[in-house]
T-cell receptor, first 110, second 113 residues
Framework: RKEVEQDPGPFNVPEGATVAFNCTYS??????FFWYRQDCRKEPKLLMS???SGNEDGRFTAQLNRASQYISLLIRDSKLSDSATYLC???????????FGQGTTLQVKP | DAGVIQSPRHEVTEMGQEVTLRCKPI?????LFWYRQTMMRGLELLIY????????DSGMPEDRFSAKMPNASFSTLKIQPSEPRDSAVYFC???????????FGPGTRLLVL
């Protein structure tokens, strides 16, 4: 089983739609969680950290479910510019290093 | 503020040649990471350093790969000899601490013919 698993997609949605991505992780000792965004032929960039209580940043909402070991990202009112690959990132609870998922690709269509 | 700087941005070489990738982390960051990204395997951690000391090199594919960090502002990843299967994008990232947010450089696109 992969340490961090994501549905690769692609998710094709129209502008204005709400889309949600899920990610599962295997190490129950993991303490830090992030969503990164990677545009085509660019480097990954931090989108948002994920806190236990859930957190929101504009149109983006991240949630963590420790019991089920999954993380979610919700994007409301999607824009064309949201088209990218979204990487779920979890720290290795034993070593602290970050483990990246394979990413979920989102395509927002006009 | 300057982000993570990598050079070269693109490298095309022939099988058997030595390749050296360079990275300058963000000033003040204590951790530096080297990743490799391919379509098939995604983003893989090769090695990381804390305070210039290699902490985990379990991701380095084989002895052909080596990495150094002689000081806090410079690191190299060397492949010798290179092989076509080494073709990938190599990213360097840095952070204040190894469990915190990592900031990535623009990457080096390596093609080994």
């Amino acid at each position: 089983r992969k340490e961090v698993e994501q549905d690769p997609g692609p998710f094709n949605v129209p502008e204005g739609a709400t889309v949600a991505f899920n990610c599962t992780y295997s190490n129950s000792a993991s303490q830090s969680f992030f969503w990164y965004r990677q545009d085509c032929r660019k480097e990954p960039k931090l989108l948002m950290s994920v806190y236990s209580s859930g957190n929101e940043d504009g149109r983006f909402t991240a949630q963590l479910n420790r019991a089920s070991q999954y993380i979610s990202l919700l994007i409301r009112d999607s824009k064309l510019s949201d088209s990218a690959t979204y990487l779920c990132v979890v720290n290795d609870g034993n070593t602290g290093k970050l483990i990246f998922g394979q990413g979920t690709t989102l395509q927002v269509k006009p | 503020d300057a982000g993570v700087i990598q050079s070269p941005r693109h490298e095309v070489t022939e099988m058997g040649q030595e390749v050296t990738l360079r990275c300058k982390p963000i000033s003040g960051h204590n951790s530096l990471f080297w990743y490799r990204q391919t379509m098939m395997r995604g983003l893989e951690l090769l090695i990381y350093f804390n305070n210039n000391v290699p902490i985990d090199d379990s991701g380095m594919p084989e002895d052909r790969f080596s990495a150094k960090m002689p000081n806090a502002s410079f690191s190299t990843l060397k492949i010798q000899p290179s092989e076509p299967r080494d073709s990938a994008v190599y990213f360097c990232a840095s952070s204040f601490h190894d469990t915190e947010t990592q900031y990535f450089g623009p990457g080096t696109r390596l093609l080994v013919l």
